[in-house]
């Protein structure tokens, strides 16, 4: 499958200019020079950075130049510790992936899809040059599969107006179910060879995210190792996340446990649909929840890996530092070094 060198192995700076207080003290104590230049150090090729509208865009809709400068500060350390960056807007306004929010009317609303336009054509015009460090992803997962057919038109009519601009930048986009893999082969169909598919994984949610307080239904208590059945996986996941995330085990032995054959079952539409229309396949999102012991995570990053390799699939980690997720937390001081050479597919 087609590649993308310069974007096979990265990680998130979540939680810096987007999923925050936004505040100019957090976004300058929470990341700085040093922490691109771990990234660098660790073996890395890519930053993924996502970021809210609210970092440049202020309330009467006029654009806020001066905080601009952060993003200015991240593609000029990524050249200068030979990084290369996904620009991802992680909000929109009228849009969140977080239904906690509270926004809509992207999907529907003229207002709301000229301002996202707005928003894609004022970093076309600051960033559409960088385009030998840096990409673009539209937006951050879409949540219902109603939208579908209205995300893939807007989608088309932002790279169309990117296009303008930044005909040669790459552009990176992902369907419903919060970037589903499943999603992939219901996106449109690619304007041109400088299109991304984009996906995000933390299958199973179970294993995942167990534990996770933003779930309604999960225990904040429960536990569970990843070496399970999947006949304990899909019953466990009826008790945590309610019945319909146990189909999604329907397809494997139930006294069978997951391995690189679970992902590469997970990923064949997508992997089929990439190749059918000659299309990069890229992984923006994957990890597994601080809850888990270390030593049972790297399990889980192990067969993950596998896959992507095996297909030559790009991916960024979630997350850097903290968001539940963090690679460079205390934690994962035990197991660090290992997890990386699984990231960098030398394990």
């Not at 076309?124 to 579908?148: P, Q």
């Not at 999960?218 to 569970?224: H, L, Q, Y």
């Not at 997951?258 to 299309?279: G, W």
Request: a negative charge; proline letters at 4%; one cysteine or more.
């Amino acid at each position: 499958m087609k590649n993308w060198p310069g974007y096979e192995h990265g990680i998130n700076f979540g939680g810096w200019l987007s999923q925050c207080r936004h505040t100019e003290a957090h976004y300058d104590s929470f990341i700085g020079a040093d922490d691109f230049k771990k990234v660098a150090s660790w073996g890395l090729d890519h930053i993924r950075i996502p970021v809210d509208y609210d970092l440049f865009l202020a309330a009467d809709g006029s654009f806020l130049t001066d905080r601009f400068r952060y993003i200015d500060f991240a593609i000029a350390q990524c050249r200068l510790n030979g990084l290369n960056m996904i620009l991802d807007l992680h909000r929109t306004p009228g849009f969140s992936f977080d239904p906690g929010v509270k926004e809509n009317g992207l999907f529907e609303l003229p207002e709301c899809q000229e301002t996202f336009y707005r928003i894609w054509e004022e970093l076309a015009k600051r960033y559409g040059k960088d385009t030998d460090c840096v990409a673009f992803e539209l937006l951050n997962e879409v949540t219902a599969k109603e939208y579908s057919e209205s995300w893939n038109r807007v989608a088309d009519t932002c790279i169309k107006k990117i296009r303008a601009i930044a005909p040669d930048m790459d552009i990176l986009v992902g369907g419903y179910w919060n970037n589903s893999v499943e999603a992939v082969c219901d996106l449109g169909m690619p304007q041109d060879e400088h299109i991304v598919y984009n996906f995000h994984c933390y299958e199973p949610l179970l294993f995942t995210h167990q534990g996770a307080t933003w779930i309604a239904s999960m225990d904040p208590a429960f536990r569970c190792p990843f070496g399970m059945t999947y006949r304990e996986y899909a019953k466990k996941s009826v008790e945590q996340l309610g019945a319909a995330f146990s189909a999604s085990f329907d397809r494997f032995d139930p006294d069978a446990t997951p391995d690189e054959s679970y992902f590469n079952t997970l990923f064949q539409d997508a992997i089929r649909v990439a190749e059918e229309r000659n299309v990069r396949l890229y992984c923006g999102e994957y990890g597994v929840i601080d809850r888990v012991d270390p030593e049972e995570a790297l399990l889980w990053y192990r067969a993950f890996h596998k896959t992507m390799r095996r297909y030559a699939i790009g991916s960024a980690a979630w997350s850097y530092r903290r968001m539940d997720f963090g690679i460079d937390d205390a934690r994962m001081d035990g197991v660090r070094d290992r997890l990386l050479a699984v990231m960098k597919h030398e394990d």
